[in-house]
């Protein structure tokens, strides 16, 4: 109904068609089938979590699909796509303004508009920016043409991209000293390297087991300024007898340089000025040779060196979409850009909630729990969320959610099943904690990250069908000192002790 000035009233409205505001936009339709629901998207088609499955108490899988708005429409009708962008925010009037000239009056908003590529350099046309594995498949058709690509980043999307890609050269340039660093640490990245160098399927060597302590003051082998901040070391000897050099003849033909980022980028006529030398695809430890091709872009590492290609992919992360809705209103903005949300996923602004990418939870997490800008957070955020509007708009009281108990993520990378838990790279525990692994090599990857006796997070790499337990180990956070490394014995069946 048309309020005043023309303006379309309606009780709650969702901005964004990605996951959390979909989710959002759908439990509120379903929790008020009487009432409109207004979702505002600048794009044609909406994300659409399809194949859900709960996994366990805190794991779930889903696929991710785009799916015209009218598919939307059709399931719930009381949905209301408003196919615009958002011009403006007037959070003191409760009042959108969007693109295309109109106005909306909401009772209560969630902000779900998701978060932009980080690029390296903006406005570069030989610079893409990759944020999820939609962006991803379109990027392989880019890729016919190419004959060498460079790969900026080192989370899960540069991670599956590399691996993915075949036919091409591919120079990756990773901040870090190992591959995937936001979900593993060392030794997984070691376990899973051979993937990316392997054709034929090795034979599985025999299980090793071993258990790194992280001492306090006497780091044996760390380099000076290394930051304890992401997680933990391995101890210095788990890269013996590896080359993570990547200097080999790959069929995947990928070669990692580690430590370094992007100094700077040069297009063809730039570079031709410069007179400096690039290099070719290096094919062995020592040969460095100049290349002779001319290349349409060329990129500038902080190590010094400079490589040719067609086109440079930025996948460093991302940042809260947040531009569209600062000006004029005083949002509580979190270290990362994001919307500060409570418990309660409420901003700092009456009325107005945010979900998913665009948010920063700044509420006391669990301490097994934090947040990552993942489509299953976004999926339980956007839910989550709905629940809380829908308290709020009826004056009842909710508790959080269990999803927020527990980190818990199930994805793939290079054809394994990958599950994380809890503090699984020992995020924020300082030195006070162990980890244990057990290993098999080309079947399985198995860490557990211990404090106190108490299970604070794991990764496992295979098919490992350790997921529930661990996960109940972690959540009931008893006390395993008894079991000592026979935690992991491949001939003791965990399962049995608790259950």
């Known amino acids: 109904m048309a309020g005043p000035g023309g303006a379309v009233r309606g009780r709650f409205a969702v901005v964004g068609g990605g996951i959390a505001g979909v989710t959002c936009a759908e439990k509120l339709a379903a929790e008020f089938p009487s009432e409109d629901i207004f979702l505002v998207t600048a794009s044609p088609v909406i994300k659409a979590v399809t194949n859900f499955k709960q996994v366990s108490k805190t794991l779930e899988e889903f696929d991710v699909e785009e799916q015209p708005s009218s598919l939307l429409e059709k399931r719930y009708p009381n949905i209301r796509v408003i196919q615009s962008g958002v011009k403006q925010l007037k959070s003191d009037e409760h009042k959108i303004y969007t693109e295309d000239g109109k106005e909306y009056i909401y009772e209560k908003l969630c902000l779900c508009a998701g978060a932009k590529p980080k690029l390296i350099v903006e406005g570069n046309p030989y610079v893409l920016g990759i944020r999820d594995t939609d962006s991803a498949q379109a990027f392989q058709k880019n ?3 190419a004959e060498r690509i460079v790969v900026v980043g080192n989370g899960g999307i540069a991670l599956e991209l590399v691996y993915e890609i075949q036919g091409c050269e591919v120079i990756w340039a990773i901040k870090d000293k190992a591959i995937g660093n936001t979900f593993f640490d060392a030794g997984a990245a070691e376990f899973l390297l051979p993937k990316l160098t392997a054709e034929s399927q090795e034979t599985p060597i025999e299980c090793k087991r071993t258990k790194y302590t992280v001492e306090g003051s006497e780091e044996k082998g760390r380099p000076p300024g290394a930051s304890d901040k992401l997680g933990s070391a391995l101890g210095p000897d788990w890269h013996e007898g590896l080359h993570l050099k990547g200097t080999k003849e790959f069929s995947h033909k990928v070669h990692i340089e580690i430590l370094c980022e992007v100094k700077k980028i040069h297009l063809q006529q730039e570079f031709i000025q410069l007179q400096q030398i690039s290099l ?12 002779e091709v001319l290349w349409p872009v060329y990129v500038e590492l902080t190590n010094g060196k400079i490589y040719g290609c067609n086109f440079i992919v930025s996948a460093t ?8 809705f600062l000006d004029g209103n005083n949002f ?3 270290e990362d850009g994001g919307l500060k949300v409570d418990k309660h996923m409420h901003t700092s602004l009456p009325d107005v909630f ?9 509420w006391e997490p669990s301490p097994v729990w934090h947040q990552m800008r993942l489509w299953t957070q976004a999926r339980q955020m956007g839910w989550y969320a709905a629940k809380c509007m829908a308290a709020e708009a009826l004056g009842e009281s909710i508790d959080m959610d269990f999803s927020f108990e527990l980190f818990a993520h199930i994805t793939k990378f290079f054809n394994y099943k990958v599950v994380v838990l809890g503090k699984y790279n020992a995020q924020g525990l300082g030195s006070e904690h162990e980890l244990m692994l057990r290993c098999t090599k080309g079947h399985e990857y198995i860490k557990v990250v211990m404090q106190n006796g108490r299970m604070m997070g794991a990764v496992l790499i295979g098919e490992t069908d350790l997921e529930e337990t661990f996960e109940n180990l ?3 956070q008893m006390d395993l000192s008894a079991y000592g490394e026979d935690l992991l014995n491949p001939d003791i069946d965990i399962e049995d002790y608790f259950d």
């Open 143 to 145: 890729l016919a043409q």
């Open 280 to 291: 070719t695809f290096p094919k062995g430890e020592k040969n460095v040779e100049a290349d």
């Open 317 to 324: 992360g991302v940042v809260p979409n947040v531009e569209p």
């Open 332 to 334: 509580a903005v979190g």
């Open 354 to 362: 945010a979900a998913g990418d665009i948010c920063t939870a700044a």
């Open 474 to 476: 972690i959540l009931n």
